[in-house]
């Protein structure tokens, strides 16, 4: 036994079974271990974006911890966006980094590089194996530290030796801290503020899903206070029959109308609000000025015990939730308008919706309202990129739930090779590429900065033309089948009928221009 | 007149005309500012990782300073990797990395991230733009650090707000500060060290091109040393006519061999000899036990002053050149061993080869001594994925030369959004994918370590098959015309008949397996 094999039975043995990864030579003791040890999952993903942004998807629908295999400080560069989006989502991931042995390391070899120091700019926690007897109790450590929190990002570095060395036996992680609660006083005083004129209960985390999120709804219908989710939620509870919740609103001028009348806010796993970017002459959040904020239970704190404890101290009371309703059917060009009635109309019941969709999918809330019940993961971090790796995490860890993605054709390309995954995984996703032919975001920013004439060097930062991404193809190279539509019922027609074929579909969406 | 404009008017006045981009919304003043300056050369790539290799293989070619425009946190880290290649290449990159305006700051914005942290893991230089009055000084400053050392990664943060700001005046960057030369001592005995037996003459970085090179090549002949460059170097002079030069291994054992008799190192632009990884029972380093290093010049030092001093020293002789030598014509099956004949008879004059072929590639060297005069370019840091990147840079800055993208599948996965830049920017790249279906070093490496029996788990993580990828619908759907051959003779066709196409080519050259 060596301390690769003793890393992976303490991963076993701490309830963490799947691993993301895209190994090197560095890591190949972890990869025999991983042979011995064939209740671990493998996913390989053909990059490390890919690696760490499933482990995202599958932390956020499995509530439990993703591991992830990547190599040397590189490696865990290329997974830095996508930990980016899951640290801000609070979900929690354990990251296993090769690297040379340590007596290699006073050598300039090529590989050599500061893993502590890229690591440490996105992990919570990190710590170096100092030898292969220390690996089974860094790795029950990374574990804790790694559920810590609620969900935390914790990154151990594995020296090639510290993994081929001669060790005993693997450990168990030991319970995380308890998180942290506000004081009863705290909670009573929130619930009288609640019910106030002005009140809004502003929730993110593990609020809006599950128990929690039926606390939340709880909570608003018994106070008459508005119920407030961030426009990119890590996972919200939506569709007929979830509590009704209000999503903020992207752009500035929207958002400020958004909170309008806001005059205080009880904050329950979310920060205080905030506009996406900042822009000259505009605010930076969005609430009127003079309105207040309870930092009640900040992100990371016990958002489950906090609504439970409101809902003691407001009074029982029944959700308002979203009634059922199904939209006209969609004709005509494919347009944000009409990309929201397909995708309500086509979606089977339960399925998980990840959405990177930016332009396209910014009209999209108003129709999931009504639409069959579902998961809607978004972009946390804001990092470009995380659509279809959450999609791949996310179908492994609801297996027998379909996936729909939904991609602007730019923030497909970051990490497309994820297509790729999902075939050899069989993966029941449906793939929805909005082709808008750019960065239609940078043009709709650049407005925003009231920019609106520009000329060649802008024009071709902003257009991803000359050539076009033929969709289909990069599918079909990825070994993933798919279709082109053109119009809103034909995206309808697609969807419902990837919806019903086993294993991964892309549709590629041409958007009217 | 505001930042962004003295940041595109300093870069321009400081010699860089060239910007490898994939901007946000936190670089639309950016953005705006290139459009005011048309002799700013914009280069849009899909990925952050095309950024950066980009910018390496410009520099690598041009001799100068690349910029690059990165979006945030998530952005720098997605052009970690090859950045940290760059690093150890030893070029002149800067880095504007666009981020929140600072009043932002203060709120969690969801693109808020540590960029100081993961910049400072791979940039020599690191400064936050305090605002728009100070960018025009610290782009200047910029510059000069990228071109200190010889070559460095700079980074300048640009808060929004410091590109939006009004600002007045462009900076021009001040010489870098002179490079470090050794001792005319130290020449002196490394000189009489060099007539020595067992003496080798170790040279990287700017010492294997152009004059430099010949020095090397003179010292060899005067004193009657070896002549040795790392397995990976910068740029590497080869071909018919070019100073002879003999290449470390990457195999353990094979490198050991290589050094067999060496007794004395001098290191001009070189670190001490290191294999690759460090292996169990294997050494880390290839020379004898006993053999001395003289680290004359360290990489970052003056390679060129150093070199002419020594041949001072030893006096006038003319380089043993490689002599020009046509191999058979290869047939049969697509093997590492049929593919350096095939690429070394169809390569054109002058042709920038890029060099990833990794398993593909190990045997190119022998092939290659004897083709027309050319200039390789290999990993220098080891993270996978430079060859696409870098063929583009390399393309840019040597217009009128070939450039050949020699790349395994399992590394062009990685940057493959490479490929629509070349379609775009009508780059000569013929880029020659070897689809042997998977990471077959994994499968070496795991060899090296003694494991030859392995199961589902490690299998699944070395072979990309399953779906196989098929690399002309890649190709096609970046936009980008290819072939597939499966003969070595095929092969040499196909390099040939690419080489006079202009744009680029990808041909699939499916392995024997």
Known sequence: MNGADTLVGTLLASGVDTCFANPGTSEMHFVAALDANPDMRCVLCLFEGGVTGAADGYARMSGGVAATLLHLAPGFGNGHANLHNASKAGVGIVNVVGDHAQRHLRYEAPLKGDIEGVAGSVSSWVRRAAGPESVARDA???????RSGGGRIATLILPADAAWGAAEGAAKAPAPPPLLRPDPAQVAAAADALRRPGAALVVSGPGLHGAPAEDAGRIAAATGCRLIAPFFAPRLRGGAGAPAVERMQYVVEENSAFFDGVAHMVLVGADRPVNFFAYPGKPSTPEPPGATHD???????DVAWTLAALVDAVGPAEP???ASAR??????????QTVGAAVAR???DETVIVNEAVTAGLTLAPALRGAPPHDLLSNTGGAIGMCLPLAVGAAVAAPGRRVLALTGDGSAMYTLQSLWTMARERLDVTVVVFANRGYRILRLEMANLGVTDYGRNAQRMFDVEDPSLDWQALACGHGVPSERVETAEALEAAIARASATPGPTLIEAVMAS
Chains 1, 2 share one sequence.
């Open 320 to 322: 308002r939730r979203n």
């Open 346 to 348: 086509a979606l089977p």
């Open 295 to 301: 930092p009640l239970c900040p992100p990371g704190w």
């Open 140 to 146: 029950a450590e990374a574990v804790a530290a790694a």
């Open 327 to 336: 939209p006209e059917a969609p004709t005509g060009p494919i347009t944000p």
